[in-house]
């Protein structure tokens, strides 16, 4: 007599992707996806606000000159009536439109210019990475001024400037691990396979070098706000009546007897780059396999 056997569950687990198991681990680090929401948040009202205010960033009210928070005006009003909620979310729609467009300028042409010089190797190299050393030594601030002095004052000339030297660290940190990628058994196989260069770096060194660009990436961003603000707070870039954080920062700093103009835009300012830290931090922990 035969005994039908019972359906047995043989499957195997799955297992998780590695994208996927990095979104686990980031997950569960509470502290760097309540910074990412931060975030998020802080870009929609930086959107938002300025969009459906009733009263426009640039109007004037002279009856109601430095008046501190209120329920009229919750953040309060500068020295020419101005109200300094809708002021401080449009100047931060501009510090993140510089700071996003400029960090991805960064990456593009730091990741390209790094695997270019650490795959080609050899004299190419050394031309390429001298060039940057060259460009280590030019002091931000004074490449600032001369752009302004020679083309004028503007927001993208403040983009330009600000993207223009900050690629240099990314290109070095992606040369050195495409330095050790290039001689990976993959690589060298697709070589042999009589596949271009091109294609190479594109379809295997730049793929490999994905985590730490991400993380970096959330690194860059805050750069970018900092010197951002560092422009504005020494009145270039960003002009009157256009605002960002930094000139709203030079400004309070300008007016310590009324304590708002300077507390508002510093505040919004440090919980964004700390959240960006956080996330970074976050990144760079699920990143890592270890």
């Known amino acids: 007599m035969f005994v039908k056997a019972k359906n047995l569950n043989l499957d195997t687990p799955k297992t998780k992707g590695f994208w996927l198991s990095v979104f686990s681990r ?3 680090n509470k502290l760097a996806m309540t910074s990412g929401c931060i975030i998020v948040v802080l870009t929609l009202l ?19 000159i430095m008046q501190s928070p209120s329920a009229a005006h919750w953040f309060g009003t500068d020295s020419l009536g101005r109200d300094l909620f809708v002021r401080c979310f ?9 700071a996003f467009a400029a960090a991805f300028v960064v990456l593009l042409v730091g990741i390209f210019y790094g695997a270019i010089a650490g795959y080609v190797g050899g004299k190419l190299d050394t031309i390429m990475m001298r060039i ?15 752009l302004i002095t020679l083309f004028g004052n503007s927001m993208a000339l403040s983009f330009v400037a600000i993207a223009a030297i900050s690629w240099l660290d990314m290109s070095r940190i992606v040369r050195g691990q495409t330095l050790s ?3 990976k058994e993959f690589v060298e196989a697709a070589m042999i396979s009589g596949v271009s260069n091109f294609k190479i770096i594109t379809r295997h060194v730049i793929p490999n070098l994905l985590g730490i660009v991400i993380v970096y990436a959330a690194l860059t961003v805050p750069n970018m706000i900092v010197m951002s603000a560092v422009l504005s707070f020494f009145g270039l870039g960003v002009t009157e009546p256009m605002t960002s ?9 300008q007016n310590m007897q009324a304590w708002w103009l300077l507390l508002s835009p510093a505040t919004l300012m440090v919980i964004t780059l700390l959240s960006f830290a956080f996330l970074a931090n976050g990144l760079r922990d699920a990143l890592d396999p270890r």
């Open 26 to 28: 980031l997950a569960r």
């Open 46 to 64: 930086c959107i938002i606000v300025p969009m459906f205010s009733s009263v426009a960033y640039d109007k004037t009210d002279w009856g109601q």
């Open 90 to 98: 449009i100047g931060g729609r501009i510090t993140f439109e510089i």
């Open 132 to 146: 940057v050393d060259v460009l280590y030594g030019i002091p931000f601030l004074f490449f600032c001024i001369l």
């Open 181 to 183: 990628i290039k001689h």
């Open 245 to 253: 954080w930094g000139l709203l920062i030079s400004d309070g700093a």
